[in-house]
């Protein structure tokens, strides 16, 4: 059976995104958004570069939710950018609302997907998609922590002149300054970071990384990063959709492990057909298990807020 993902928001990375899944030949594609004319142009633009790519999957381009019945996945990145004088909050509300009413239509049309949620603030998103959909929290999940450990990754091979290919990391925690990676476990062809670097070389990558999304903010003026954004969700796509067991960060619904509980945050996940199949509790330091709580803590802060307004 060919599979049906959606891409809920046809933006940067919503549009990016649905093409890089297109591409990877995973299955017929659905863009949605709620301007319209957009997802239909962007659509009819992406099934032009079928023939030259060589994919074969459909792509439909919709304001319409009814079109996207039956996914196997849907990929959230609807959502507002903050604007001059909206505070956190603020934005934290405005797409608090969003994320609820796409899930509500979701569950309508395709019960038994899968959700990747990708709007910001990230984790507090997944929380958001998880409480109104009422799905098993294995089906709902968060893309963050393969950006910042492939931002990470990036950064080393400058520094190395090495292909990131031959460097792996791991980042936990918040997306964002809440991000905690892990030098400790990240590897330069299988010599770990610590061992190769001084703290404070490592530190001022480890902050350059935290503040990757930033960097490219400021460049750009108007819009954030997308192509790595759209990218590490069609990785996390594709190891549902192909049930490849990977082993990625992610952000996931803790229920005890790492002694957290009822909260989204980055941990390292196997993804496969059912979503997240196990989630895999590493050794930590006890000032990473700190950073970690310290995170996860933000999150719950921020989904309290929205308790009773909107949830
Ligand atoms: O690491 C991560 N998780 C992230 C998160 C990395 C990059 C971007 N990240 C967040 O994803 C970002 O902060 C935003 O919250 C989302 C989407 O970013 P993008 O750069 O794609 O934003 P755009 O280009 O503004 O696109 C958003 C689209 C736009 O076309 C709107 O019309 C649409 O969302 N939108 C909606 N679509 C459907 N339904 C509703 N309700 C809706 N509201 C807005």
Avoid: W
């Amino acid at each position: 059976m060919r599979k049906k993902i959606t891409l809920v928001g046809a933006g940067h990375v919503g549009a990016t995104c649905a093409h890089d899944i297109a591409a990877k030949n995973l299955g017929d594609v659905v863009l949605l958004d709620v301007v319209e004319g957009l997802p239909q142009g962007l659509g009819l633009d992406m099934l032009q570069a079928a023939p030259i790519e060589g994919f074969d999957g459909q792509i439909l381009g919709t304001n319409d939710y009814a079109d996207t019945k039956n996914s196997d996945l849907y990929v959230i990145t609807a959502g507002l950018a903050r604007k001059p004088g909206m505070t956190r909050e603020d934005l934290l509300r405005k797409n608090a609302q969003i994320i609820k009413s796409t899930t509500e239509q979701i569950k309508k049309y395709s019960p038994d997907s899968i959700i990747i949620v990708v709007t910001n603030p990230l984790d507090i998103m997944c929380q958001v998609a998880l409480s109104i959909s009422g799905f098993e929290s294995r089906r709902v999940m968060g893309m963050a922590g393969i950006l910042d450990a492939a931002r990470f990754r990036a950064f080393i091979s400058l520094e190395f002149k090495v292909p990131a290919r031959e460097i792996s990391a791991m980042v936990l925690g918040g997306h964002g300054d809440a991000m905690v990676p892990l030098p400790r476990l990240t590897l330069v062809k299988g010599k770990p970071l610590t061992d190769l670097l001084p703290k404070e070389k490592i530190d001022s990558l480890v902050e350059r990384t935290k503040n990757g999304g930033a960097e490219i903010v400021n460049l750009l003026k108007t819009g954030s990063a997308y192509y790595a954004p759209a990218a590490a969700a069609a990785l996390m796509a594709e190891a549902v959709l192909l049930d490849q067991k990977k082993l990625l960060p992610c952000s996931a619904y803790l229920n005890g492990q790492y002694g957290l509980k009822e909260v989204y945050i980055g941990v390292p996940v196997k993804l496969g057909r059912s979503g997240i199949e196990e989630i895999v509790e590493l050794k930590l330091a006890p000032e990473e298990i700190s950073a970690l709580k310290r995170s996860a803590a933000v999150v719950s802060e921020n989904f309290n807020i929205l308790k009773g307004e909107i949830l």
